[in-house]
């Protein structure tokens, strides 16, 4: 199968598309055919060896952690899914043709293959996120950094939960954000005072997604520590906040998500697919940051 490969930690030019062995499902596990992969900041990390102490990488290793595409074949175990399914999913080198996922849901008939395979580590992460800061409905919340791929997931999820949102992003993207259903902020120096503004009854939780510095401002904006969550601030601990990562629950969470996208309530936003052959640029579209929904790679 042709698959985006990296022999060495590197920046994006390290990618190359190359022929790999076909992985085959083990016991709990399926296989797609790859329709398009998603590109996540943690699938940067990985290439770039930023995780390499807690992630051993064995070279060479197939990029990309989620991915949307149609089951053909089926591990031992494994109930409820069969070939022809349409499902997405995490797994592990998923930018590839073929693809092993160790937890999927049923695509959506409301989404398209890349809006599902956007939605995969986004979704499970936004969750897992809202499991870290309890019940939101009713409440008004704040997301920092809501324009990206985790963030705009985050947003609907709480919109679909009862929950008033405030998210921050550049100005360009808050006429995004209002079509989403949140009340758009202009993120940095001033934070405090601009939600104030919207929302002089303060903010309930909040989720950070963007790790940019400002968790400090965020915990004071909620006056609750144990009701924020961040998936990139490695200072949060010392807050007291949560520090979100892993996917134990990916299985509910992607499951969860399948309801929200067939109920109308979640359509992951997309900003540019690429083919397989410029899977290098695909990552360095998302490197340089600012991204709009996900960045995909098509098959």
Request: hydrophobic fraction near 45%.
């Amino acid at each position: 199968m042709r698959a985006v490969r990296f022999h060495e930690f590197g920046d994006p030019h390290v990618l190359t598309v190359e022929d790999a062995p076909d992985p085959h499902a083990g016991p709990g596990e399926v296989r797609i055919r790859v329709q398009a992969a998603s590109v996540n900041p943690f699938d940067l990390k990985v290439r770039a060896g930023y995780l390499a102490q807690v992630m051993p990488t064995t070279f060479p290793a197939i990029t990309g952690i989620d991915a949307a595409g149609v089951v053909d074949e089926v591990g031992e175990g494994v109930t409820g899914v069969e070939a022809g399914d349409h499902v997405f999913g995490l797994g592990q080198g998923t930018t590839a043709e073929h693809a092993v996922l160790t937890a999927w849901a049923p695509v959506p008939s409301t989404w398209t293959a890349e809006q599902a395979a956007a939605a995969g580590l986004a979704s499970v992460t936004a969750l897992a996120c809202f499991d870290a800061v309890g019940d939101i409905s009713g409440q008004t919340v704040l997301i920092e950094g809501a324009a990206g791929g985790v963030g705009s997931a985050a947003v609907q999820i709480a919109v679909a939960r009862g929950a008033t949102v405030i998210g921050t992003a550049s100005e360009a993207n808050h006429e995004f954000l209002r079509g989403l259903g949140a009340v758009p902020l202009t993120y940095g120096a001033g934070l405090a005072e601009r939600v104030a503004a919207v929302a002089p009854n303060g903010v309930d939780a909040a989720v950070d997604t963007a790790g940019s510095g400002s968790l400090t401002d965020i915990v004071a904006i909620v006056g609750d520590n144990s009701r924020v969550a961040t998936i990139a601030d490695f200072g949060a601990a010392a807050l007291g906040v949560t520090l979100v990562s892993g996917n134990a629950n990916a299985a509910t969470h992607l499951a969860e998500a399948s309801r929200l996208g067939e109920n109308g309530s979640y359509t992951p936003p997309l900003q540019a697919t690429y083919p397989l052959e410029k899977a290098a640029d695909a990552h360095a579209h998302v490197q340089g940051g600012h991204t709009r929904g996900k960045v995909l790679i098509g098959l």
